[in-house]
């Protein structure tokens, strides 16, 4: 069922299953670089790679993880001593040229094991095969490994326009979004809800681009992102079998069904934008080989493919997660942050930073005049109020109706300080509050 996807020059195959080959992942950073680390955090992984000079510690490198990922990447193996250690050489031309040659043993019990594994690590940091960078990120950031590829009409030099490029980054933060939403929850339309926890979530991301701009490689850490993965992995295949049922029968069934795997209207825009304006494009997932398959998955993952001819499935069944998602009963405390009316008397609206009872930061809620007057005072002495009402999927859950029951709440004076301090930094709310526009 899966649709072929042909390349130019075709391309070494990539190790999954029977499946279409995906090229080897190619990154082209500049010399002395490696993939970027994203916003890991100092201590944290890139902090690790700086300390050691972008070499792993030798005597924390298991040669089997070592071996995996050099497979991975395209390395291939010429011989060696049998139990002892095996000798790798570069991909493509570079490994029959006299390019970099690694020695790597067999196991920690070889007596030169580790002298052997720092030879190698600092061969590889030093190799101009780009490949080499890539397994020094597997190894320094234990991590599960997503690949988006995209069929678009090479430019000059096989390069593509830098708008194709962006395009194809902002539709793998997407579904890397996507798959972060549904581990929160499963939802056929999340809007706001979970989204500052989902991309938090995703801070140690590190990526890397594949020269010519139709490939891109996410370095999902192991630790906390394995679920990430996992959970994407699922919607992946969920959204594939779904999209081929709607071609065959016309019927939307699948999808609804897809929702407790993790589909959702977030993953299939981020569908859509990954192949719109292309010929086609696959999306494959190689799991860390230090943390080995996780439970209920393949351990080599045939790539996922989506055509243009997907496209109106996919965007039917987001337009239908749109409409079909309920409003969800809530009671939120929030802090007033905005107020507006359109007279000194009446009903009016107001806007809460949310700090307990829904996950969004923001919502609007209408109140009758009663209601909005709590509302005013319980600003004014810096306390936020609680309300209850139904958070509407119309506009991406960021209004609340059939508000009632709106009373100020108690906080510590730690939470009340800042509450007022955020008042009289923003002196145009007693403008609002009193009417005005």
């Known amino acids: 069922m899966h649709r072929p996807i042909e390349e130019p020059g075709g391309g070494s195959g990539s190790g999954h299953g029977h499946g279409p080959a995906l090229p080897p992942f190619r990154p082209h950073p500049a010399p002395g670089e490696g993939p970027d680390l994203g916003s890991a955090t100092p201590g944290g992984p890139a902090g690790a790679w700086a300390e050691a000079g972008g070499v792993p510690d030798p005597g924390r490198v298991d040669p089997l993880v070592l071996g995996a990922l050099l497979a991975r990447h395209g390395w291939r193996r010429r011989g060696g001593a049998a139990g002892r250690y095996s000798r790798w050489t570069a991909p493509g031309p570079m490994g029959s040229t006299g390019g970099t040659s690694l020695l790597v043993p067999e196991s920690r019990a070889f007596p030169d094991c580790e002298d052997l594994l720092g030879e190698a690590l600092t061969a590889l940091a030093r190799s101009a095969a780009p490949s080499a960078r890539e397994v020094l990120t597997g190894l320094t950031l234990p991590s599960d ?3 988006w590829w995209r069929d678009v009409p090479p430019g000059p030099a096989g390069t593509v326009p830098w708008t194709v ?10 579904l890397l979004l996507a798959g972060a939403l549904a581990v929160r929850g499963r939802a056929g339309y999340y809007g706001a809800r979970h989204r500052r926890q989902a991309q938090a979530s995703l801070e140690g991301v590190a990526v890397g681009a594949a020269p010519g701009g139709r490939g891109l ?9 394995r679920t990430i993965a996992v959970r994407l992995y699922h919607a992946l295949y969920a959204a594939r079998e779904a999209t081929d049922y709607q071609r065959a029968t016309g019927g939307m069934e699948a999808f609804d069904a897809a929702v407790e795997a993790g589909v959702s209207r977030e993953l299939t825009e981020a569908l859509v934008a990954l192949v719109r304006g292309t010929e086609g494009a696959r999306v494959a997932l190689e799991w860390a080989p230090a943390a080995g398959t996780p439970a209920g998955c393949a351990p080599r993952p045939e790539p996922v493919e989506f055509s243009p001819g997907d496209l109106p499935a996919l965007r039917e069944a987001g337009a239908r997660y749109l409409t079909d998602e309920p409003s969800v009963p809530v009671r939120i405390t929030g802090a007033v942050v905005r107020m507006r009316r359109s007279g000194p008397r009446g009903e009016g609206t107001v806007r809460l930073r949310v700090l307990a009872g829904a996950e969004v930061p923001h919502v609007r809620v209408a ?6 007057r709590t509302a005013g005072h319980a600003h004014l002495v810096g306390l936020p109020i609680r309300v209850l009402g139904r958070l509407e999927s119309r506009g991406g859950f960021r209004r609340l109706t059939d508000a009632s029951g709106v009373v100020p709440v108690q906080v510590d004076d730690a939470e009340r300080d ?9 002196l145009d709310f007693f403008e609002e509050a009193c009417g005005g526009e």
């Open 367 to 372: 109140l009758d005049e009663e209601s909005y």
């Open 145 to 147: 490994e997503i690949r």
């Open 418 to 426: 800042r509450l007022m301090k955020s008042l009289h930094e923003n």
């Open 165 to 174: 490029q962006e395009q194809l980054r902002s539709a793998a933060r997407q």
């Open 217 to 225: 490689t996410a370095f999902v850490p192991v630790d906390p992102g």
